[in-house]
């Protein structure tokens, strides 16, 4: 079994700062993708940022130039550095992680808000 810990969210104002983490535990023998999806209300979930086993990045082009993905590998640790946040941030935001076989699991999702 693997788990997924997350923390980080809050409610900020527009322009401010925050930082996500997301811990990945259990049996994980190499990890393929790490990354974030969130979900607004009425919308469908979407990918906000990615890092792969090689380093590579993916980010939704809405949060380009202002959030920043990053790991910690022997922590098998994540973290979402997002400034410059808007309103249209706010959603749940959900961890998930790729390993082993191609085997996903999803963290629990931490609030967002964004007031204007």
């Known amino acids: 079994q693997v788990q997924l810990v997350e923390s980080g969210g809050g409610l900020v104002q527009a322009g401010e700062s925050l930082r996500l983490s997301c811990a990945a535990s259990?049996?994980?023998?190499?990890?393929?993708?790490m990354g974030w999806y969130r979900q607004a209300p009425g919308k469908q979930r979407e990918l906000v940022a990615r890092?792969?086993?090689?380093?590579?990045?993916n980010y939704e082009d809405s949060v380009k130039g202002r959030f920043t993905i990053s790991r910690e590998n022997a922590k098998n640790t994540i973290y979402l550095q997002m400034n410059s946040l808007k309103p249209e941030d706010t959603a749940v935001y959900y961890c998930?992680?790729?390993?082993?076989?191609?085997?996903?699991?999803w963290g629990q999702g931490t609030q967002v808000t964004v007031s204007s």
């Open positions: 998930y992680v790729n390993i082993n076989r191609g085997d996903t699991y």
């Open positions: 259990g049996r994980i023998f190499s990890i393929n993708a």
């Open positions: 890092i792969f086993s090689g380093g590579i990045t």
